[in-house]
């Protein structure tokens, strides 16, 4: 069976700080490997994905994440955070290209100016 | 509209109740999910179509949850005599989906109904 995991609840972030989300997977087979972030009152956006290829991939906003086979991860990275920035970041993972999509319990970042 | 549609925005139902949620995909997405999302965490999964065959309903809570998408576009989520347990927010999102040579397209979500069994 397929899971994620996004072992922080809540990551707290000075404005202009490097920021890191971590999440970790576990799946049979190439894994698909999806963040998303959600505001207040608001559905969930894409923000970037890994299928294959290199291993850091980037993505809106600024944001980009590192696949590490090894390590079965796919940390998400900001060189330089905002305020904006402030959100929950759900991590998610499919199996190879077919089936459901299985999402973590999702991290809260605040930014803090 | 060009994203995910779903009605009714909020649902208010008295317990033994049943309802209906639709979820309008975006055109031409061939992947429709249903995912429950309790505040503050993550969605999860219950069922997902490719066109009109759903394909895995192994998140359906217990078979008081169905779903259907019965000509490949408008899916409806049916609970029925709901119970207070399952007040949360039901999310829909589409994707392109296998027609695009498997399913590494990023799923787009509608805003959710948020039902709430009294």
């Known amino acids: 069976a397929q899971s994620v995991a996004q072992p922080e609840d809540q990551v707290n972030v000075a404005e202009g700080n490097p920021l890191t989300v971590k999440c970790t997977y576990s799946?049979?087979?190439?894994?698909?490997l999806f963040w998303y972030v959600q505001y207040p009152n608001r559905g969930l956006q894409f923000l970037l994905k890994y299928i294959t290829g290199d291993n850091l991939v980037k993505g809106s906003y600024g944001f980009e994440a590192e696949f590490n086979k090894s390590q079965t991860s796919f940390h998400l990275k900001k060189p330089s955070a905002l305020v904006s920035d402030s959100a929950l970041y759900f991590c998610a993972v499919r199996g190879g290209s077919q089936g459901n999509l299985i999402f973590g319990k999702g991290t809260k970042l605040s930014v803090k100016p | 509209g060009a994203g995910v549609s779903q009605s009714p925005r909020y649902k208010v139902t008295k317990r033994g109740q049943d309802v209906a949620l639709r979820c309008d995909p975006i055109?031409?997405?061939?992947?429709l999910y249903w995912y429950r999302q309790a505040l503050g965490q993550g969605p999860e999964f219950l069922t997902y179509?490719?066109?009109?065959?759903?394909?895995?309903k192994s998140g359906l809570p217990n078979d008081r949850f169905s779903a259907e998408r019965p000509e490949g576009s408008i899916s409806t989520l049916t609970i029925q005599r709901t119970e207070q347990r399952d007040s949360a927010m039901y999310r829909c999102?589409?994707?392109?989906?296998?027609?695009?040579?498997?399913?590494?397209?990023?799923?787009?979500f509608g805003n959710g109904t948020r039902l709430t069994v009294t």
């Open positions: 179509f490719n066109y009109e065959a759903q394909q895995d």
């Open positions: 999102a589409s994707s392109l989906g296998i027609g695009q040579g498997g399913d590494n397209s990023p799923l787009h």
């Open positions: 799946v049979s087979g190439n894994p698909y």
């Open positions: 055109s031409g997405h061939v992947s």
